[in-house]
């Protein structure tokens, strides 16, 4: 018996994953980001779900910072054959979701302007986005077409 293919992967908040098999990356945003790489011509896609913008040098370096995960990211989609040339990417997150008190640090916005700023640096084109608000978002991302499905999340809702 041949054991069925995997079609989906969950996303966890401070990780990153590429693949160039056809499966969905999904995961659920409040103030974090996620950052889609779609290489066009080798039909590879990888994702990253990070939580607070910059890594300061102190402790571990980790995903969980955007400026990591992203030069990780896409050190991941050079490994796995991509040129930069071929590489789009898609953002999403950075909602302002916690506590009116909580705003006052604009984590979310930091974080998206993190990302837009990682790909000048990087020089890969913004194709979409969807950032900013007060709502959460539920992402599913096509590895093998970078298609985005988007739904919206009430507060309190995380299916």
Same mark, same amino acid.
């Given at each position: 018996m041949v054991a069925a293919k995997k079609e989906y992967y969950f996303l966890h908040p401070s990780t990153i994953y590429v693949s160039n098999e056809p499966l969905w990356i999904t995961t659920i945003l409040g103030s974090c980001v996620s950052v889609c790489l779609f290489d066009k011509v080798r039909k590879? =896609? !990888?994702?990253?779900?990070?939580?607070?913008?910059?890594?300061n040098g102190v402790g571990l370096e980790s995903p969980k910072y955007g400026n990591v995960a992203i030069e990780q990211l896409f050190q991941k989609m050079l490994d796995f054959g991509g040129k930069k040339e071929d590489i789009v990417c898609?953002?999403? =997150? !950075?909602?302002e979701v916690l506590t009116e008190h909580s705003s006052v640090f604009n984590v979310g916005h930091r974080n998206i302007e993190l990302a837009f700023k990682m790909m000048e640096k990087l020089d890969?084109?913004?194709i979409s986005s969807?950032?900013?608000?007060r709502l959460g978002r539920k992402i599913h991302f096509n590895t093998t077409t970078g298609e985005v499905l988007q739904k919206y999340l009430l507060k309190g809702n995380l299916k």
């Amino acid at each position: 018996m041949v054991a069925a293919k995997k079609e989906y992967y969950f996303l966890h908040p401070s990780t990153i994953y590429v693949s160039n098999e056809p499966l969905w990356i999904t995961t659920i945003l409040g103030s974090c980001v996620s950052v889609c790489l779609f290489d066009k011509v080798r039909k590879t =896609g !990888g994702m990253t779900h990070y939580m607070l913008p910059y890594w300061n040098g102190v402790g571990l370096e980790s995903p969980k910072y955007g400026n990591v995960a992203i030069e990780q990211l896409f050190q991941k989609m050079l490994d796995f054959g991509g040129k930069k040339e071929d590489i789009v990417c898609k953002i999403f =997150g !950075g909602a302002e979701v916690l506590t009116e008190h909580s705003s006052v640090f604009n984590v979310g916005h930091r974080n998206i302007e993190l990302a837009f700023k990682m790909m000048e640096k990087l020089d890969i084109p913004v194709i979409s986005s969807s950032t900013g608000g007060r709502l959460g978002r539920k992402i599913h991302f096509n590895t093998t077409t970078g298609e985005v499905l988007q739904k919206y999340l009430l507060k309190g809702n995380l299916k």
